[in-house]
């Protein structure tokens, strides 16, 4: 015990775990963002549909947002990585696995918050850009979805987070990210308290200065 | 200019207007009253097929609003409309509120939308505010705005839904006065309206309106001074 607690001023394993958060992390960036990136056009045209008046489109939206929502993430990633690959015979890189699974994942939960956001816009907003002769596309573009899509802006940061997070179970396809790098440190050097010690703190920091910012914008929003 | 034939609208099961006939011609200003629930909102978002019309049909320059072949957007450039509830869009400026519509519906260029636009808010009093945001106007400004940016379409025909409900009552006369000039120029206009005083004084024709239907219309003198339907008595005894 005693032993242990000295260890924790003097641990070789802050300075060797460094590199492989700096790398890991590279890879959680990269995963997150791109998928967010996908998820967020997904999510943009579930959520639309999600709104449509025709049943079909609306529909469809609805069974893949529910679909996803209903499912756990780490399902969804064994599904596409080893299930769908399996079957279909296409062979995605974990990198391309892991990505997708965030957009689809993420994109379901986006398509929600593109919903509530567009709904919250005052009905006559839309009137008035019809009643000038606008269509409802224009209306949709110049008057409806700049102010929902800055009520959506807290939502969506949210999002941000929670996928950053998600991306820690990509360890189960083998996605050299940070948790995935971590636990193969742990296990090579088998100590596993600093290091994922350390673990938590690559990721809160990027999550702490993130609702930071969100806070700010949230505030000068006005939202 | 406009004919409405026999209008029917329900919601659902509830049928709002039940059959409705009127005229309303060139530079006429007619002034719908009447109490709350009694139509007259929906009678006038039919005009611009912001409500679907249920059955019946509405004429506007030869052009059937039923004819399913009709270009909407075509038709409701040519019909200005103003809510109760100003509806600007609190994203733009007052300028770019107004020149919108001759942007991106008649396809001007950003110097004539802007000089057109410019134009029309110094017409309603508010070229000192084309570069603030509607948040900081009052409501009467508000209004004034709405008023401009329908114009800027050159619309054949100006609707008016309650344009003066929402407003504190010091703030009334701004808006009626550009009202009236729109109305002095010869400006084709269907008001739905409260202000009786506005209906006397500058309606041609006022509609009487109750339970969806046309209770009755006439001239401004008959309605008020000499109501010939009872409902008409009893709705102008209890307001007047």
Redesign the interface.
């Known amino acids: 015990m005693i032993e242990n607690l000295t260890e924790i001023f003097t641990s070789p394993h802050y300075r060797n775990t460094l590199p492989f958060i700096v790398r890991g992390l590279q890879l959680t960036l990269i995963v997150t963002f791109t998928g967010v990136f996908f998820g967020f056009i997904l999510g943009s045209i579930f959520g639309l549909a999600r709104l449509s008046k025709s049943k079909i489109i609306y529909g469809i939206a609805t069974v893949y947002i529910e679909l996803v929502r209903g499912t756990p993430i780490l399902v969804q990633a064994l599904f596409l990585y080893f299930a769908v690959s399996d079957f279909f015979g296409i062979n995605f890189d974990a990198l391309t696995a892991g990505i997708i699974a965030i957009a689809i994942n993420a994109g379901a939960y986006i398509a929600e918050i593109v919903r509530g956001g567009v709904e919250s816009i005052?009905k006559?907003?839309m009137?008035?850009?019809?009643?000038?002769?606008?269509?409802s596309t224009?209306t949709m573009r110049?008057?409806i979805w700049?102010?929902a899509f800055?009520r959506m802006i807290p939502p969506l940061g949210n999002q941000f987070i929670i996928s950053l997070k998600d991306t820690s179970i990509f360890a189960v396809i083998s996605l050299g990210e940070v948790t995935y790098l971590m636990r193969q440190y742990v296990s090579t050097s088998g100590d596993p308290f600093i290091p994922y010690i350390m673990l938590c703190f690559a990721y809160l920091i990027i999550t702490v200065p993130a609702m930071i910012i969100l806070r700010r914008i949230e505030r000068r929003l006005d939202v | 200019m406009i004919k409405v034939t026999d209008l029917h609208k329900s919601f659902g099961k509830v049928e709002v207007l039940k059959g409705i006939d009127a005229e309303i011609k060139e530079k006429e200003v007619v002034c719908v009253i009447g109490p709350s629930g009694s139509g007259k909102s929906t009678f006038l978002r039919c005009i611009n097929l912001l409500e679907e019309i249920t059955a019946g049909d509405i004429v506007i320059d030869g052009e059937s609003l039923t004819d399913p072949k009709i270009d909407i957007n075509k038709l409701r450039s040519q019909v200005g409309m103003v809510f109760q509830h100003f509806n600007l869009f609190p994203h733009m400026t007052v300028l770019k509120n107004v020149t919108l519509g001759p942007l991106k519906v008649k396809d001007l260029s950003n110097e004539e939308a802007e000089k057109l636009s410019l134009d029309l808010l110094g017409k309603v009093g508010l070229s000192d505010k084309a570069h603030v945001y509607p948040g900081s106007l009052s409501g009467g400004q508000k209004q004034r705005v709405a008023i401009a940016r329908a114009l800027a379409m050159s619309p054949k025909v100006m609707l008016f839904d309650e344009p003066t409900s929402a407003l504190d009552p010091e703030l009334v006369g701004d808006v009626l006065e550009a009202m009236k000039d729109l109305a002095k120029e010869g400006m084709t206009m269907v008001v739905v309206t409260h202000e009786m005083g506005f209906a006397r004084e500058m309606g041609d024709r006022v509609l009487f309106m109750d339970e969806g239907v046309v209770m009755e219309e006439g001239p401004p003198e008959n309605i008020f001074d000499n109501p010939q339907h009872p409902r008409t008595q009893e709705f102008l005894s209890k307001i007047l």
């Not at chain 1, 009137?127 to 269509?135: D, H, K, Y």
């Open positions: 005052d006559g907003q009137e008035a850009g019809r009643s000038i002769g606008l269509s224009q110049y008057i700049p102010q800055k």
